[in-house]
């Protein structure tokens, strides 16, 4: 197996994982939020934890209100960093409050974060 550390003169070893914010631009009821703050605080976030941040242009994503069974369309913002997995887990309560205060501050009834190709989904908020 090739060693592409080597191969390619890269200064340190890959990280392996992957931490990635889903920012929501709409709330519960599909009002529109003020979602830019949450943009960079995710990636000053990220930036911390892995030395960099990359903020993809809004994707189209679309999710069922269970209240009222209605498709709600909105853009979402993908903030995401490659960060080692010991990181992640010294930083697990930032991460958390992080996103605890997004669901809150936004009026979400689920936020999602998904790390290492693994989707979480949090609906209460502490």
Not at 82 to 90: A, L, P, Q, R, T
Request: aromatic share 10%; charged share 25%.
């Amino acid at each position: 197996m090739i060693n592409f550390k080597e191969a390619l003169g890269a200064s340190s070893e890959a990280d392996d994982d992957i931490l990635t914010f889903y920012i929501p631009t709409k709330n519960a009821n599909g009002g529109d939020v003020v979602y830019q703050p949450w943009v960079s605080k995710a990636e000053n976030l990220l930036c911390d934890l892995g030395g960099g941040a990359t903020t993809l242009p809004p994707v189209s994503g679309s999710w069922k209100n269970p209240e009222t069974n209605e498709i709600i369309k909105e853009n979402i913002y993908m903030v995401y960093s490659f960060v080692s997995g010991d990181k992640i887990e010294e930083h697990v309560s930032a991460i958390k409050d992080f996103l605890h205060s997004m669901g809150r501050e936004l009026d979400q009834g689920e936020i999602v974060v998904e790390i290492s190709g693994r989707l979480y989904k949090i609906k209460q908020y502490t």
